[in-house]
């Protein structure tokens, strides 16, 4: 019988434990940062995590979830609700900028797919 290689998360990249019983992604998955479908991890967008690289899934999680807190709290002024003055002068900024490709988590979590319409083939 040939011996066992040690066991190795694909989560955070850490040996001894496999990503079943990983500590941090379950600690990640409660945040609601990430989506996992089978052994797939997916960012709030459904774009894949890629498992394969020099990085673990959890420290692109991580720095994605901070990222998106970042401009969360600079979209909100600090945690203070924008005045319209706020609100103008920051749309006068983003104006001709890029809209940002990843939707917030509290969006995508009531997302729902668009659907066909059995009588006409429409999307509603």
């Known amino acids: ?69 970042d401009l969360k709290k600079k979209m909100m002024g600090q945690s203070n609700p924008p005045t319209n003055k706020q609100e103008k002068t920051l749309i006068e900024e983003r104006k001709g900028e890029k809209a940002a490709t990843i939707a917030p988590i509290e969006e995508w979590v009531n997302w ?3 659907q066909i319409s059995p009588e006409n083939g429409n999307l509603k």
């Not at 001894?16 to 990640?28: F, K, P, R, V, W």
């Not at 996992?36 to 720095?63: C, D, M, W």
């Open 1 to 69: 019988m040939s011996p066992r290689l040690p066991l190795k998360c694909y989560y955070c990249l850490k040996k001894g434990h496999s990503a079943i019983i990983c500590n941090h992604l379950t600690e990640d998955l409660e945040k609601r940062i990430f989506l996992k479908h089978g052994g797939t991890y997916l960012f709030p967008n459904f774009q894949r995590i890629p498992t394969e690289g020099p990085k673990s899934a959890k420290e692109l999680v991580r720095h994605f979830a901070k990222e998106q807190e």
């Open 112 to 114: 729902k797919p668009p």
